[in-house]
């Protein structure tokens, strides 16, 4: 279906997802928080993610939007990845929740015209679940070339084995579908999705499954009276299948969370979740399904934990600000800008630039986990102190 086939509904009229759902729920019963999100996010018609009427992009403001730089100091750590890795004659960089295709055209450009050995072995594969992303990037001339020269590809899912690379993702795992829980006296209860007067709901009942009893008390984690919290299952089964397929190489996490100690601390007692809609957050969560983004932080304890079950181990965990400013420092800043440029557009990259490692915006916020599988205590230049 097209944009100009589904008709405008008025502000307060149920959005067709909610009408979908509500219908579902009457029939069947409630649903879990998850099954909801996911249906808000990534049902195939009407998701936020997914639906082919969303672009142009208006509730969220990543860093790839903030400056080309950022992929031109991914394409620097991936290229040393690559030299620790020995100079394998194959390189597999897989991009987890790719969009459009934005920071692959960012990451390839550079790497073609800064490092063409690294270029020759690379192979970059976009993984989208959206096929109207897919399809924007199948249109994206910057793409075409490295189609053409065969360096680039979209997939819908992981390739089956990677003997050399690395899996990587920015904001990735904050749009996965999250349960939620809320301590209730001695007892955790699960928040679900159900049906009340005014339409789509909260309401509370068992566990849907031990695993997330178990995700609680595997890390140490007490919930306090009354406290919310988000449970990320599928993100505990992304990274364990990232270091399954994986032989050697890394994994490359770049979100905004925290470690689960502080994650689900007192600053946290209503959880992380928030829905966004033209970039104003809210925790109206059934306000518009599939016409508003929900993210929850991530939780880099479970991320590290459940990696280690398919042998990945921890390389390192850092700032998005130390990450970007070390890699930008070991290439003496070169990437910020060049010759080729006025005085005003050096200005403008020193000011994106910025943008992406300020402690109040995307520098303290967003975090950078690292981890290796099949290579001994690799050095890397983003994870150097300053």
């Known amino acids: 279906m097209t944009s100009a086939s589904i008709p405008r509904r008025t502000p307060d009229a149920p959005t067709p997802l909610a009408t979908i759902l509500t219908k579902q729920i009457d029939a069947s019963g409630p649903i879990?928080?998850?099954?909801y999100m996911d249906a808000c996010l990534y049902d195939p018609q009407f998701g936020y993610y997914t639906r082919a009427e969303q672009f142009?992009?208006?509730?969220y403001f990543t860093s790839v939007d903030a400056s080309p730089i950022f992929g031109r100091l991914l394409a620097r750590q991936f290229q040393e990845m690559w030299v620790q890795l020995?100079?394998?004659?194959?390189?597999?960089l897989v991009e987890a929740g790719a969009g459009p295709g934005t920071l692959a055209a960012q990451i390839l450009d550079f790497t073609a015209e800064s490092f063409p050995e690294f270029y020759s072995a690379l192979q970059y594969v976009a993984l989208e679940r959206s096929a109207a992303?897919?399809?924007v990037a199948a249109a994206c001339a910057s793409l075409a070339k490295h189609v053409a020269a065969k360096h680039f590809a979209m997939a819908w899912d992981l390739p089956a084995?990677?003997?050399y690379g690395c899996i990587f993702s920015n904001e990735f795992f904050d749009a996965l579908p999250v349960h939620r829980?809320?301590?209730d006296g001695n007892e955790l209860r699960e928040i679900y999705v159900g049906l009340g007067t005014n339409g789509l709901c909260e309401q509370s009942g068992p566990l849907s499954t031990p695993a997330l009893g178990e995700y609680l008390t595997e890390q140490g984690i007490t919930l306090?009276?009354?406290?919310?919290?988000?449970i990320n299952l599928e993100a505990c089964a992304w990274i364990e299948d990232f270091g399954a397929r994986l032989d050697r190489g890394f994994t490359l996490t770049i979100d905004y969370g925290h470690k689960a100690e502080e994650l689900h601390d007192q600053r946290h007692m209503r959880g992380t979740l928030l829905a966004y809609e033209k970039h104003r957050a809210s925790e109206n969560f059934f306000r518009a399904p599939g016409e508003q983004d929900l993210t929850a932080h991530v939780n880099f304890t479970a991320l590290e934990r459940h990696g280690s079950l398919a042998r990945l181990q921890r390389t390192g965990f850092t700032s998005q600000s130390n990450f970007l400013l070390s890699l930008a420092r070991h290439s003496d800043f070169t990437d910020l800008q060049s010759s080729a440029m006025s005085e005003s557009q050096q200005t403008r990259a020193r000011l994106l630039f910025k943008t992406l490692i300020y402690p109040e915006g995307m520098g303290e916020t967003f975090q950078v986990l690292i981890q290796h599988k099949g290579i001994d205590q690799p050095n890397l230049s983003g994870l150097d102190p300053l």
């Open 32 to 35: 879990t928080f998850a099954k």
């Open 56 to 59: 142009p992009r208006r509730d």
């Open 86 to 92: 020995g100079r394998p004659a194959g390189f597999l």
């Open 133 to 135: 992303r897919r399809a």
């Open 161 to 163: 084995q990677i003997p």
């Open 181 to 183: 829980l809320v301590r």
């Open 224 to 230: 306090q009276e009354g406290q919310l919290a988000e």
